[in-house]
């Protein structure tokens, strides 16, 4: 079973949460869905709109032809019935309207009304749609399940699902979310921006029962300094915003560096330059997170490709960022962070989630000893010793210095945890291979989803994830591209900033793009039409 | 303790005769004497400092500190007391540092009343970088880059906090050290956020300041009501840092109130993260996405 639907209505008509209702209905039937969310940057008219593919075996991307359009408004059906599938249907306010008038209720009921003429049509139980509604709504459910209801009746079945084991339902955000409290996280500092508000909204929500503390200071200087006082004062913290906000934290950025605190940032990308493209998605910051702030320093770059992947991905940022004591950045995208996977299980990884802080330290600790990996052992305040942090370049105790021998030394110090980074990393599987072929793709982040669904409908290709972009894999890539035949890079952006990045630590060049910048996510369909022209 | 063990072998660069050496010894007097009375834990002390001539004294203190980036001190500190609300975090602040890069953290930093202390080192240059007017210059103030003359009025940052919502605001004079003492004692005994505007006339860049303030500056009164707003704001608007003609210039706690601090809104803050063993109920956290 195949099918694809389109919910639309204005913002505010409720295609989002209906989207992730009938999501939800599906995975606890037994099936696979990708809800992909298109929306523009307003609270209240434009047009919105979901794409639930739903499958019996696993899918990671939509497409723009539809089985059902559901729509909250006409405009849903203008925009959108060209796209609809030979023996495709639609529901909208002519079959809602009548209902919402019997109920005497807001008009936001015309998607429970949907809801139920869309699980009638597959013959589902109505009590198994009830159940879902009510774990989605938990207040003044009783009116929403009488439209479901009366939804349900006005409908007739027309095919008939087999039902298998539940499965979960989870947005990119929501995986960063519970991969930074399997990995510790004590406290989330965010300022809202597009993409990455979500996360601040899932954590804070959820702060007291998973003991961990949400705030949102005055903006996104304040953000990434606060986070580095938290961190020096022991806590495990986490920064989130998108390019705009992690411009204003370049400084800062510079701070964790030299400061050597640990430090985890969320840059979840939206198309840019400036305001860009607000609530769409892009790749268009990859250069800028691996140079973001002054001064040459050492940082990772890690790049999940779908949900479950960015529970492993963060929890591996936390790790790496507090055991070297290097700021670690998460680079996700409003696809990734605003798009829902389906998975038969989420796993976490067996990373230890312990804080590298010395448990009886001496009395006279260095906070900046140098050792032979370079990486101080961590003290904190309060422990009994003198701890420092210096911006300013300093001393084994974090003494402001002026002369030129042990700037050199922290220099040489803070870059000699290079090789042991490299050496960890190599082990978190930093590439990933898939299918077989002599072409190769190669991509990173959420453009994974198209890739790997678009991958069987092609011969002869083979698709390299990369997942660490800092440090890179470099021989791994090396080797995959001298074996192959046409290499392409997968991006959306306008450059391809990936293949520069590439060049310029393999010294091999990617002479063929398939580049995406409209704001929107490559589909299969898309992909599959540009690679037969290459 | 004596004060002099909070001190280190650091070599101390300020300009011989710098009115720093006074708050540096008045921090000093006061630290010790809190540990000796008990009101707090020498090890729990963490400073944190920003740029400029003030930020040295990062280097000249023997206790925890964090000498963070130009302008972002109060951030800094308002982390570091989420982080481990059981630690005495004390801000050291430059006038330019606090009131050109970093009036906005200020601003909040009123508003949100963490219990932390934010002692601001008020030369009215940019001394560190030979002499620009900053945000408390006065006007007509001529310099490297105000060769016409500083366009602007200075901020009055007393009447700023007073504003904003700070519930301790007091001005000190760093040369009258045992005064100062005072109250920064009283500043880091406070429950909220103290603000202390310490006058620190540069000696070099700005030298005017210093036999003005010698000859206007006097201790409020003892009839002076520390908890009315509106007498606070009259007294801090006495002197307005300007230098034309002859104002008295008030120093001590203008104003103090009780409300509840930054941290009490969240409940799950009360001991410091570092001490608590995190464990995951994984199959707890994933239940809701089944």
Known sequence: MEKTILIGGAAGLGSTVTSHLIGKVFCSLGYYVFNYRDYPSLIRGGHNFNILKVSSNPVYSHEYHYDFILALDQKTIDIHQKDLKKGGLIFGTKETEPIVQKLQGPKILANDVLVGLLFKHFGVALDVILTATEKVFDQNADLIKKAVAEGYRSGSQKEKLKISKPKYFISGTEAIGIGAVAAGLDIYLAYPMTPASPLLHFLAKRQLENNILVFQPENEIAVINAALGASFAGAKAMVGTSGGGFALMAEGLSLAAMTELPLVVYLGQRPAPATGLATHTGQGDLKFALNAGHGEFLRVVLSPGDAQEAIIRTQEAFYLSHKYRVPVILLSDKHLAESNYTFDEINKASLAAGRFILANPPQDYQSYEITPNGVSPRVVPGQGPIVRANSYEHNNYGHTIEDGVWAVKMQDKRFKKLDFLKKEINKLNPASLYGKGRNLLISYGSTKGAIVDALPQMRGFRFLQISYLKPLPAEIILKEIKKSGKVILIENGVKGSLADVIKEETGLAIKHKILKYDGRPFTPDFLIDKLKKI | ?290
């Not at chain 2, 989420?82 to 508003?111: K, Q, Y």
């Open chain 2, 1 to 290: 303790m004596k004060p002099e063990e909070l001190g280190t072998k650091e070599e101390n660069t300020w300009c011989p005769g710098c009115p720093n050496f006074g708050i540096l010894n008045s921090a000093k007097e006061a630290l010790s004497e809190l540990a000796n009375e008990e009101k707090l834990s020498v090890k729990n002390i963490a400073l944190v400092t920003g740029i400029g001539c003030h930020g040295k004294i990062y280097d000249y203190l023997d206790l925890n500190g964090f000498n963070g980036l130009h302008g972002r001190v109060l951030p800094v500190c308002l982390g570091m007391k989420l982080g481990n609300p059981n630690l005495t975090v004390i801000g050291f602040g430059g006038d330019g540092d606090t009131f050109d890069e970093g009036v906005s953290h200020f601003v909040h930093a009123c508003r949100y009343n963490a219990d932390i202390t934010m002692m601001v080192h008020t030369n009215q240059v940019f001394a560190l970088t030979t002499g620009q007017a900053n945000a408390v210059t006065e006007k007509g103030f001529v310099d490297g880059s105000t060769p016409l003359g500083q366009g602007e009025n200075p901020i009055n940052s007393l009447v700023l906090a007073l504003e904003m919502g700070a519930t301790f605001v007091a001005r000190g004079y760093a040369l009258q050290g045992p005064h100062l003492k005072i109250l920064m004692k009283k500043a880091i005994a406070h429950k909220g956020f103290s603000f202390i505007d310490i006058l620190q006339p540069c000696i070099v860049y700005h030298k005017h300041a210093m036999p003005y303030l010698n000859k206007n500056v006097y201790k409020i009164a003892e009839t002076h009501n520390i908890s009315d707003f509106n007498q606070a704001l009259a007294k801090a608007r006495e002197w307005d840092y300007s230098y034309e003609k002859d104002s008295p210039v008030p120093v001590g706690v203008f104003y103090q109130t009780s409300r509840p601090i930054f941290e009490s809104q969240w409940p799950q803050l009360k001991t410091p993260w570092h001490t608590i063993d995190k464990k995951t109920a994984w199959s707890k956290i994933t239940r809701e996405f089944l």
